[in-house]
């Protein structure tokens, strides 16, 4: 069978080589029964593996020594903002490990690490203002923290309360959904209402490989593509979907083909280098927020721990492939190019850990302090009004609680 692949090729972003695809299909004219003649036109699968594209731009500012590989792209951030970038993505991967430590000591729920993750977070939110909208997915907290989101109340989300789900009150964050792709059209709408309202701001909203299969994603980005919508899709490729890899995935091995099929402008980011995300990201917000329509990136990066806590990798993944990654951690890759530019040296770096560490501890203590088991609360937030069913239990539990003196 002819390979699937379809190899991307370094481009400027212009026209996808129409000569390339034309080689690919096949017309093939039938002639029917009243002499009149239809011609059909088909893929020819055999050369499927010849496509060349120049549709999309890769994107990579540091390569993995943290070595600046292409200047023209460079966002040209000041000292003061790098190491901004520097310490999010360190208090990201701090909050990471201690909510983990929480959840195996009971104190947390189950929840989605983001390690390795960190510059594709960090880039895809940092050309962001206030007045745009994020609309993440559950593996985004260190892009929600960037945001404005207290850790605290990420850390009542992650363990069950109420009040740690909606977004605070002057962050303009959508709140996410664990149905997978499901939170993607409600972006697209946002975006809409945007464009209808002349509001000159965008959308962004993130999603995984996975989520890229599901129906409701494709129907997003074609209502977003038709009606020229200010809306930065955000494919986070990680390599995996829980336990399927991204080889069974797709067709084709480079995501940002979906956005070529749509019409949007598609780039491809190396996800572990901060730098090329904030170039990618920004091209595509100021390109929203000027009419410019939406964009599709897929950053290339890697889930280096456990889908959730739920689950265990080393059962599906061979262990080599997450030590290959580690080379290109995005944190060190940083950490080289900031020493290189004369911004930090190990001391440096290392006080950026302990008071990162120290600023979720304090978060830890205002969380636990904030977290106090509301039993009553187990009958709301499903209907809006009870079934008479519920309505029983509800009685016979609270007269319970009532006899037990627990309020
Ligand atoms: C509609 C739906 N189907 C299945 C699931 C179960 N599920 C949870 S996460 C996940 C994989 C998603 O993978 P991806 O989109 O690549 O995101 P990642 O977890 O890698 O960040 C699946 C299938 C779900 N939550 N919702
Ligand atoms: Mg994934």
Redesign the pocket.
């Known amino acids: 069978m002819a390979p699937k692949t379809i190899e991307n090729k370094k481009g400027t972003g212009g026209s996808a080589n129409a000569g390339a695809a034309d080689a690919l299909i096949e017309t093939t004219v039938r002639t029917k029964a009243d002499g009149s003649t239809v011609s059909t036109r088909t893929m020819n699968q055999s050369k499927a593996g010849q496509i060349e594209t120049d549709a999309i731009d890769d994107i990579q500012v540091l390569n993995e020594h943290g070595e600046i590989v292409n200047d023209s792209l460079d966002p040209k951030l000041t000292d003061e903002e790098v190491m901004r970038v520097h310490r999010a993505m360190v208090l990201t991967r701090r909050f990471d490990a201690r909510m983990l430590a929480m959840q195996r000591q009971g104190q947390m729920g189950t929840f989605?690490p983001n390690v390795g993750q960190e510059a594709t977070m960090i880039g895809q939110v940092f050309p962001l203002t206030k007045e745009d909208w994020y609309a993440p997915?559950y593996?985004s907290f260190g892009a929600q923290i960037w945001r404005g989101w207290p850790m605290e109340r990420l850390l009542l989300l992650w363990a069950g309360y109420g009040e740690g789900f909606p977004p605070p009150d002057d962050v303009n964050d959508l709140p996410f959904s664990?149905?997978?792709?499901a939170h993607v059209p409600t972006a697209t709408g946002v975006a809409m209402g945007m464009k209808f309202k002349k509001d000159p701001h965008c959308v962004m909203v993130n999603?995984?490989?996975?989520?890229s299969s599901?129906g409701i994603v494709a129907e997003s980005m074609n209502f977003a593509a038709t009606f020229h919508a200010p809306c930065v899709f955000i494919l986070?490729n990680?390599g995996?979907?829980?336990s399927t890899p991204v080889t069974k995935q797709a067709g084709v091995d480079v995501f940002a083909l979906r956005g070529v099929g749509y019409g949007l402008p598609s780039m491809r980011a190396d996800g572990n280098d901060v730098l090329g995300m904030v170039t990618a990201s920004r091209v595509a917000c100021e390109r929203a927020r000027a009419g410019g329509g939406p964009s599709l990136i897929e950053a290339v990066t890697y889930?280096m721990s456990l889908?959730t806590t739920a689950d265990n990798p080393k059962v599906y993944r061979d262990e080599s492939e997450v030590k290959a990654w580690e080379a290109k951690c995005p944190i060190l890759r940083f950490e080289r190019y900031l020493k290189a530019r004369g911004l930090a040296d190990d001391d440096t770096i290392a006080r950026v850990y302990e008071e990162c560490e120290r600023e979720v501890f304090e978060a830890r203590e205002r969380f636990r302090k904030m977290a106090k088991a509301k039993p009553r609360e187990v009958f709301d937030f499903v209907y809006e009004e009870m079934t008479p069913e519920l309505e029983m239990q509800r009685e016979e539990f609270f007269a319970r609680l009532d006899r037990e003196g627990i309020e």
Do not use: K, L, T, Y
Request: aromatic fraction near 10%; avoid cysteine.
């Open positions: 989605a997915a593996r664990i149905v997978i792709g999603f995984g490989d996975g989520a599901q986070e990680n995996w979907a829980i889930r889908h």
